[in-house]
């Protein structure tokens, strides 16, 4: 079980609008910056979204992140066939043995 | 370019000792902390563990403390995941990731491109 919590899964129409929920604690969330990785089927994760809500060179504004208490948010606008991939939220926890990266368990974007 | 790279595929049979590894171009090596991630098939993203690779300094999540070895060669950039006694429930893709700092945040990246072990009779 994974310790922020995220959709199985989530789906829309191309050109459409689609959110991602990531829900955490004080603990990781709460008190660190999120970021968000796609990773595209049979590829390693990559970084999509750093420090809440920014966005690094070559990544579309298309791509956007918010952080609020305990939850974040990726949100995808303009949505494409090639934007289907799972898609995970990341940070740091303190609670566990001097830190620890934690994942949010994984969302799969289906694009209709 | 920052990079990761990791070694190739295995196959090995249960019982028997692996040691994969993750060596970094493009920045300094020992300026960052390289972590482990587990990836079952089909399944999330685990976090394994980290090192730094200046000092060696390494710490483990819980369930992965005593099951695997992180360990570090700065002299060749290299991070290296390592078992004495592999399991079928090892059987998944290991990424490496760099936890790059800024002055204010800190986010995983880049990843390496993965190393599968298969661990089968």
């Known amino acids: 079980q994974s310790v922020l919590t995220q959709p199985p899964s989530v789906s829309a129409a191309p050109g459409q609008k689609v959110t991602i929920s990531c829900s955490g604690s004080s603990s990781n969330i709460g008190n660190n910056y999120v970021s968000w990785y796609q990773q595209l089927p049979g590829t390693a994760p990559k970084l999509l979204i750093y420090?809440?809500?920014k966005r690094p060179s070559g990544i579309p504004d298309r791509f956007s992140g918010s952080k609020s208490g305990t939850s974040a948010t990726l949100g995808i606008t303009g949505l494409q066939t090639g934007d289907e991939a799972d898609y995970y939220c990341?940070?740091?926890?303190?609670?566990?043995?001097?830190?620890?990266?934690?994942f949010g368990g994984g969302t799969k974007l289906t694009v209709l | 370019e920052v990079q990761l790279v990791q070694s190739g595929a295995e196959v090995k049979k249960p019982g028997e000792s692996l040691k994969i590894s993750c060596k970094g171009s493009?920045?300094?090596?020992?300026?960052?902390?390289i972590g482990w991630v587990r990836q079952m098939p089909g399944k999330g993203l685990e976090w394994m563990g980290i090192i730094y690779p200046h000092d060696s300094d390494t710490r483990y999540r819980p369930s992965f403390q005593g099951q695997v070895t992180i360990s570090a060669d700065k002299s060749i950039n290299t991070a290296y995941l390592q078992w004495s006694s592999l399991r079928a429930s090892d059987t998944a893709m290991y990424y490496c990731?760099?936890?790059?700092?800024?002055?204010?945040?800190?986010?995983?990246?880049?990843w390496g491109q993965g190393t599968l072990v298969t661990v089968s009779s």
């Open positions: 990341g940070t740091w926890d303190s609670s566990l043995s001097a830190g620890q990266g934690v």
């Open positions: 493009g920045y300094s090596f020992t300026d960052y902390w």
């Open positions: 420090e809440n809500n």
């Open positions: 990731v760099r936890r790059y700092c800024t002055s204010t945040s800190c986010s995983f990246d880049p």
